[in-house]
């Protein structure tokens, strides 16, 4: 695993579809939301995307700064600002397509490689230690985290897991 700080100079705006969920719900299969909210996005949106093309997590809209409050994730693909949506865009309001927007601002930047989704488990169980750690060097922000998908490999491939820091 490796971690690096990047600063990103300009904001990402993103579509996709979202849920909202907590850490607990996410243990147990009964409740957990993000494989069925992963599996929806491969259904019906992934192969719209260019070849190649990044997908991105965005974690968002945090209840609290600890492992038991709620949040939001949204499946997506980075978008132009001018390609958000707009609230009576009615086609993408019927496939319950969102936009996020990932702020400008510095990250400390988790990658991993290999088979998915563990490799993005293991990225999140790598942060997750090195934020409890109390020799942490950094705050989290609790604003936007978020996953890149490089190439728009969800079977095998690299991701990179941006926590956003103070």
């Not at 968002?60 to 700064?65: A, D, R, T």
């Not at 001018?82 to 009576?88: H, Y």
Request: aromatic share 12%; with cysteine.
């Amino acid at each position: 695993m490796t971690s690096q700080i990047k600063e990103l100079a300009e904001a990402i705006t993103c579509n996709g579809i979202s849920a909202r969920t907590t850490n607990n719900a996410e243990i147990s299969h009964d409740t957990a939301k993000l494989g069925r909210l992963w599996q929806k996005f491969y259904q019906k949106h992934a192969g719209d995307l260019p070849e190649g093309e990044d997908i991105y997590g965005v974690y968002h809209n945090y209840e609290s700064e600890d492992l038991v409050g709620a949040f939001d994730v949204v499946a997506g693909w980075k978008t132009s600002s001018e390609q958000a949506l707009s609230d009576n865009d009615k086609t993408a309001n019927a496939a319950n397509v969102v936009t996020v927007n990932i702020p400008a601002g510095k990250y400390l930047v988790f990658s991993e490689e290999g088979k998915m989704p563990y490799t993005v488990m293991n990225a999140w169980e790598k942060a997750w230690t090195y934020f409890n750690d109390r020799s942490c060097e950094h705050v989290r922000t609790y604003n936007v985290d978020f996953e890149q998908y490089i190439g728009g490999n969800l079977e095998y491939g690299k991701v990179d897991l941006y926590i956003g820091i103070e």
